[in-house]
């Protein structure tokens, strides 16, 4: 294996980290108003500070996956980076402003004590989980699809060219996904009545994204896919069903550990039929990318292999010390009160 192949299968790794510890926080983001809806009252507003909490200590670090795994594919790959930025720039675009929404609502959103305030930065929340979510899976479809490359390396498809059908299946599998994985991290970090509310939630969820995923998954084999990613089709939907059932034993570790499972087999599958292409055109005098005319110098990836090799156990030593620190189930009566701001009164002297 080359160095090129090497980091074709690492950038692979880090979107896979990304899918699996991003999408439950995607999940969470868009359940949140769902299991803590009802009545405007201090009630409702601790369910969701306690839903929100579950991923509290972890998710901004979830987000560091997709920053490195953006930072490899500038250096490992900068054809492969410029054409991706260009021609999905809309989308790209709106997948940031979404990531920017929703960190600046989850800080904010406590910093002053309304209901009018918070509402306000729920939303946020929502949409600036359901967006990505989506997009996520329009985007990769896409890639795999193969896009209008012409000679110079420029996307010249439209937005409308890449809505279609098979890139929106592939948003709706990514949003249904991330929300199963995000109903059953919340079952797995919660108890009382949010962990049964979760269940019945991931119980719904559970059959959309079976049929779904074996729509989804079944066209990218046949129309793109390697013999040997026939492997990954069949982990993904022996996972799903073995999510189907887990939620309906009332088994949450093991119906996380299935929808981790799920998510890192459609990647696998993903990757898989692209190589050894990074971005395939569709047009016929046009030039695609592959890992041979996209890559940097021999001597690039020698160096990024090198600081790879000493960054990356650290980093993942931290983040396991981190999920095992706050391992714990949390509930509603846990939460403290309200500690955010009461809005100045006009007219005060």
Do not use: C
Request: without cysteine.
């Amino acid at each position: 294996m080359g160095l090129q192949e090497l980091w074709f299968i690492l950038i692979a790794v880090l979107f896979l980290g990304y899918f699996v510890l991003e999408g439950f926080d995607f999940g969470v983001g868009i359940l949140m108003p769902v299991l803590g809806r009802g009545p405007d009252t201090p009630d409702r507003d601790l369910r969701r500070r306690a839903v929100l909490n579950t991923i509290g200590p972890v998710w901004d670090g979830n987000e560091v996956w997709l920053l490195v795994a953006g930072g490899a594919m500038f250096a490992a790959f900068p054809e492969w980076y410029a054409t991706l930025f260009s021609g999905f720039y809309l989308p790209l675009f709106l997948i940031l402003i979404a990531l920017i929404l929703r960190a600046v609502a989850i800080e904010f959103r406590g910093k002053i004590d309304t209901a009018a305030w918070r509402r306000r930065w729920d939303l946020a929340i929502v949409v600036g989980s359901v967006v990505p979510a989506v997009l996520w899976g329009v985007a990769f479809a896409n890639i795999v699809r193969g896009l209008a490359i012409d000679s110079d390396k420029n996307v010249t498809s439209t937005l409308f060219d890449l809505l279609n059908p098979y890139a929106l299946v592939g948003g709706l599998l990514t949003l249904t996904v991330f929300t199963l994985h995000g109903a059953v991290f919340i079952a797995l970090k919660t108890s009382g009545e949010l962990r049964t509310e979760a269940v019945r939630i991931a119980r719904i969820l559970a059959p959309s994204g079976l049929a779904l995923g074996g729509v989804f998954t079944l066209w990218t084999q046949l129309a793109h896919g390697r013999m040997w990613t026939w492997g990954a089709v069949a982990v993904a939907a022996a996972a799903l069903v073995g999510v189907v059932a887990a939620v309906y034993a009332d088994r949450e570790g093991r119906a996380f550990a299935g929808t981790t499972l799920a998510i890192s087999a459609v990647v696998v599958l993903l990757f898989g039929s692209l190589f050894p292409d990074v971005m395939p055109t569709t047009l016929a005098e046009g030039v695609g990318l592959t890992i041979e005319n996209a890559s940097s110098s021999h001597y690039t990836l020698v160096v990024m292999t090198w600081a790879a090799s000493a960054l990356t156990p650290v980093v993942l030593v931290y983040q396991g010390w981190t999920y095992w620190v706050f391992r714990k189930r949390i509930s509603v009566d846990q939460i403290p009160p309200s500690i955010g701001l009461r809005p100045a009164r006009s007219g005060r002297s």
